[in-house]
């Protein structure tokens, strides 16, 4: 078995995203992490279910990433799709399972979280716009899902709204980078049926309602003014640059590093967001 081939079906980059969120989600809605061993199950559950919808993704999407992502585990042939659906139902069975020992309601939102994953494969991704919107959704939960292992939610929800609206933005640039392979394959995306530069158009309106909405948790006095400075620089001038260069230039390359630097910049609005919780 090659076991390298599989760390890269599930993604681990996202997978530790996740499990970052659902802890910063427990730590935001309570102040802390207790209890400790709900929160690791929960953030553990949140890597496997991400895990597992990565791995079905590329397991529907083997003959676009034949185009767009040759060296991805099944196109290059390190894993058949018959293993990575194996490995996709099975990370699937795992966490869902899991959540029972959180509480009923992490279990509800790990069964939907599951079944949306698997529809999302099958049939949603091929449905221009909403299918980033249920990613952004999806992400979103991350945190929520925090604040349901701790028994409070309150707290998750401002770092949630400013997923759901990363995740849509970063989506659309996504697509953009994948024209070429969705195209090829029968997909349909923002960019195939609009066009590139109408796809940023709409890429840009999340991004605007992301950049205007950062100060806001500040104003109203949620966070400090060491949230302020570093989602300020670490972030909303990022994604600044980011809409200007796919402004003058839409194209798939551009798309991509775009993509990869909102991947990494995830990072930074977590530590904004928790260094806005700190009382230094």
């Given at each position: 078995?090659?076991?390298?081939?599989?760390?890269?079906?599930?993604?681990?980059?996202?997978?530790?995203?996740?499990?970052?969120?659902?802890?910063?989600?427990?730590?935001?809605?309570?102040g802390?992490?207790n209890?400790?061993?709900?929160?690791?199950?929960?953030?553990?559950?949140?890597?496997?279910?991400?895990?597992?919808?990565?791995?079905?993704?590329?397991y529907?999407?083997?003959?676009?990433?034949?185009?767009?992502?040759?060296?991805?585990?099944?196109?290059?042939?390190?894993?058949?799709?018959?293993?990575?659906?194996?490995?996709s139902?099975?990370?699937?069975?795992?966490?869902?399972?899991?959540?029972?020992?959180?509480?009923?309601?992490a279990?509800?939102?790990?069964?939907?979280?599951?079944?949306?994953?698997?529809?999302?494969?099958?049939?949603?991704?091929?449905?221009?716009?909403?299918?980033?919107?249920?990613?952004?959704?999806?992400?979103?939960?991350?945190?929520?899902?925090?604040?349901?292992?701790?028994?409070k939610?309150?707290?998750?929800?401002?770092?949630?709204?400013?997923?759901?609206?990363?995740t849509?933005?970063?989506?659309?640039?996504?697509?953009?980078?994948d024209?070429?392979?969705?195209?090829?394959?029968?997909?349909?995306s923002?960019?195939?049926?609009?066009?590139?530069?109408?796809?940023?158009?709409?890429a840009?309106?999340?991004?605007?309602?992301?950049?205007?909405?950062?100060?806001?948790?500040?104003?109203?006095?949620?966070?400090?003014?060491?949230?302020?400075?570093?989602?300020?620089?670490?972030?909303?001038?990022?994604?600044?640059?980011?809409?200007?260069?796919?402004?003058?230039?839409?194209?798939?390359?551009?798309?991509?590093?775009?993509?990869?630097?909102?991947?990494?910049?995830?990072?930074?609005?977590?530590?904004?967001?928790?260094?806005?919780?700190?009382?230094?």
């Amino acid at each position: 078995m090659n076991l390298y081939a599989y760390i890269q079906l599930a993604r681990p980059l996202n997978g530790l995203i996740a499990f970052l969120s659902v802890i910063f989600g427990a730590f935001l809605a309570s102040g802390n992490i207790n209890p400790v061993f709900d929160v690791i199950i929960a953030s553990a559950i949140a890597l496997m279910l991400l895990s597992a919808g990565n791995a079905i993704n590329d397991y529907f999407d083997v003959e676009s990433d034949k185009i767009n992502k040759p060296k991805r585990p099944i196109p290059s042939g390190k894993i058949s799709k018959h293993s990575a659906l194996t490995f996709s139902i099975l990370l699937f069975i795992i966490g869902t399972l899991l959540s029972l020992i959180v509480n009923w309601v992490a279990f509800l939102i790990a069964l939907f979280v599951s079944l949306t994953l698997i529809f999302y494969a099958g049939k949603l991704r091929k449905l221009p716009l909403l299918s980033n919107l249920v990613v952004a959704l999806l992400t979103s939960l991350t945190f929520i899902y925090g604040g349901v292992a701790v028994g409070k939610i309150s707290g998750a929800l401002i770092p949630a709204v400013f997923a759901f609206l990363f995740t849509s933005a970063r989506e659309i640039v996504k697509d953009i980078q994948d024209v070429d392979g969705d195209q090829a394959t029968g997909m349909s995306s923002l960019a195939i049926k609009y066009g590139n530069k109408k796809a940023v158009y709409i890429a840009l309106i999340f991004f605007s309602l992301l950049i205007i909405a950062s100060p806001i948790p500040y104003l109203l006095d949620y966070y400090s003014i060491y949230y302020l400075l570093c989602v300020f620089f670490g972030v909303d001038i990022v994604l600044i640059f980011c809409m200007i260069s796919l402004i003058r230039q839409p194209s798939k390359s551009v798309a991509g590093r775009i993509a990869n630097i909102m991947k990494f910049d995830i990072f930074i609005g977590l530590i904004a967001i928790y260094l806005g919780n700190l009382k230094l």
